[in-house]
Nanobody
Framework: QVQLVESGGGLVQPGGSLRLSCAASGFTFSMYAMNWYRQAAGKERELVATISNAGGITNYADSVKGRFTISRDNAKNTVYLQMNSLNLEDTAVYLC???????????WGQGTQVTVSS
């Protein structure tokens, strides 16, 4: 059974930091690129960051570049999102997604809420 379980969300003040984790099981994690998305209330889902299956290539949305860092540990089947200098606009549900382009397969987690508020 495929599972992606996000954790690490919560309430943080502007300027603060959070580290999200996404633990994967039920598929060969090291064969999949991993992505973090976010969806704020009333807005469309937005791709935040992507990391290649081996971790050598990363990409970020302009809105988070320089503040967020995506990383992965294939030995632990886990992808991370380090979020620094958080601002009110970062408030959203953050979801991870696994993708494998050659097969077209993708898997989604359920998400974790991040709220930035003073």
């Amino acid at each position: 059974q495929v599972q992606l379980v996000e954790s690490g969300g919560g309430l943080v003040q502007p300027g603060g930091s959070l580290r999200l984790s996404c633990a994967a099981s039920g598929f060969t994690f090291s064969m999949y690129a991993m992505n973090w998305y976010r969806q704020a209330a009333g807005k469309e889902r937005e791709l935040v960051a992507t990391i290649s299956n081996a971790g050598g290539i990363t990409n970020y949305a302009d809105s988070v570049k320089g503040r967020f860092t995506i990383s992965r540990d294939n030995a632990k089947n886990t992808v991370y999102l380090q979020m620094n200098s958080l601002n009110l606009e970062d408030t959203a549900v953050y979801l991870c997604k696994a993708t494998r382009r050659v097969t077209g397969r993708e898997y989604w987690g359920q998400g974790t809420q991040v709220t930035v508020s003073s």
